[in-house]
């Protein structure tokens, strides 16, 4: 489905302001930016569609914004979001998940939901499955000045054609990294089609505006600009977070 990338660019017409702005029904009020999170609309205007394989939405967060995560970090802001970090169980699933990168970057390592947590080798999945399916580079990353535990990345590189492209190595687990997020779909939130945008209504769970945005942009949109009646009365919702 196309849509018009233009309205990302009207981001930079205005910002948040410092209190945040919210959205009522029918008309817009003022929400407190701090401490209170809340509700919040994504308008998405990526050309590449939703990332969706399986049954779950994948977020990828590139570190263009200059934030990256440890690993207990990445995986708190997954779970904040109402998923977690990748489990990965199929050659299929690698694929689209590698493919995805590709699109976003060039070169990086992204943290995926697999740890050492015995410290000897013995890796697990976040929800305590032991692998199965399996994509490891050679050799493996090793740095005596910095000892174990270890964690799970995906390699990204210039080239599906790439041999280390989609491969796992790992890092020490408190070293900052790009990261992606895996979100069952239909979860607290649910996508309409308005004009020439897709929006997002984000039920659950709330956000400050900073992480608002940040998750909207995640998806390859920016917060809801709300230009038309139709578009404010089609997205009606008690509270949430707009673009100001």
């Known amino acids: 489905m196309d849509r018009n990338t233009s309205h990302c660019g009207d981001i930079d017409g205005g910002d948040l302001r410092p209190e945040g702005r919210s959205a009522g029904l029918g008309g817009w009020g003022y929400g407190s930016n701090h401490p209170h999170a809340m509700e919040f609309e994504c308008q998405e205007c990526s050309s590449s569609g939703l990332d969706v394989f399986g049954g779950y939405q994948y977020l990828f967060y590139h570190g263009n914004d200059g934030i990256y995560r440890t690993f207990s970090a990445t995986r708190a802001l997954c779970q904040s979001l109402g998923g977690d970090m990748p489990i990965i169980t199929s050659a299929e699933q690698n694929d689209f998940i590698a493919g995805k990168l590709l699109t976003y970057s060039n070169r990086g390592n992204y943290y995926i939901g697999l740890e050492d947590i015995i410290e000897g080798g013995t890796y697990r999945w976040i929800d305590g499955t032991a692998l199965g399916y399996t994509n490891w580079d050679s050799p493996l990353y090793t740095d005596p000045n910095q000892p174990?535990?270890?964690?799970?990345?995906?390699?990204?590189?210039?080239?599906?054609?790439?041999?280390?492209?989609?491969?796992?190595?790992?890092?020490?687990?408190?070293?900052?990294?790009?990261?992606?997020?895996?979100?069952?779909i239909d979860v607290g939130c649910r996508w309409q089609e308005l004009g020439e945008s897709q929006y997002l209504i984000k039920f659950t769970p709330r956000a400050t505006p900073n992480d608002a945005r940040e998750t909207c942009q995640s998806y390859g949109g920016d917060l809801a600009i709300i230009k038309t009646a139709e578009v404010n009365m089609g997205n009606e919702v008690n509270a949430a977070w707009l673009s100001a």
């Open 148 to 184: 174990p535990p270890y964690c799970a990345v995906m390699r990204s590189q210039s080239s599906l054609t790439d041999p280390v492209h989609g491969r796992w190595n790992r890092v020490t687990c408190t070293s900052e990294r790009r990261h992606i997020c895996q979100i069952p």
